[in-house]
């Protein structure tokens, strides 16, 4: 089942960094590796917080994620997402 809003915000920021607010409150931050008809892959960086009950994916699934950089995929339900924000960085 296709959830329309959630769906069509995370097919707009694809391959972008953005931060992913869950409904238990939590914030990740990573790149939107891939996108499906329920879920929304997220590409976190090393050394940032991870899900602890989320699925790992594996990286070769979908061709590799980003060589050269450590980038861990993670799979969250569009059910579980409470808002999909672009990171902005200023140099």
């Known amino acids: ?3 329309q809003y959630p769906y069509h ?9 953005v931060k992913i607010q869950t409904t238990d409150g939590r914030i990740y931050e990573g790149v939107i590796a891939h ?8 590409a976190i960086p090393e050394g ?7 699925a790992f994916i594996n990286p070769f699934a979908f061709g590799g ?6 980038f ?9 997402l409470a808002g999909v924000f672009p ?4 140099i």
């Open 1 to 3: 089942m296709i959830h």
């Open 9 to 17: 915000v995370c097919m707009q920021y694809l391959h972008r960094y």
């Open 35 to 42: 996108v499906d008809s329920d879920n929304v892959i997220l």
């Open 48 to 54: 940032r917080e991870v899900p602890e009950n989320r």
């Open 65 to 70: 994620f980003f060589p050269g950089f450590a």
């Open 72 to 80: 861990r995929p993670f799979a969250f339900p569009f059910a579980s």
């Open 87 to 90: 990171f902005t960085f200023f």
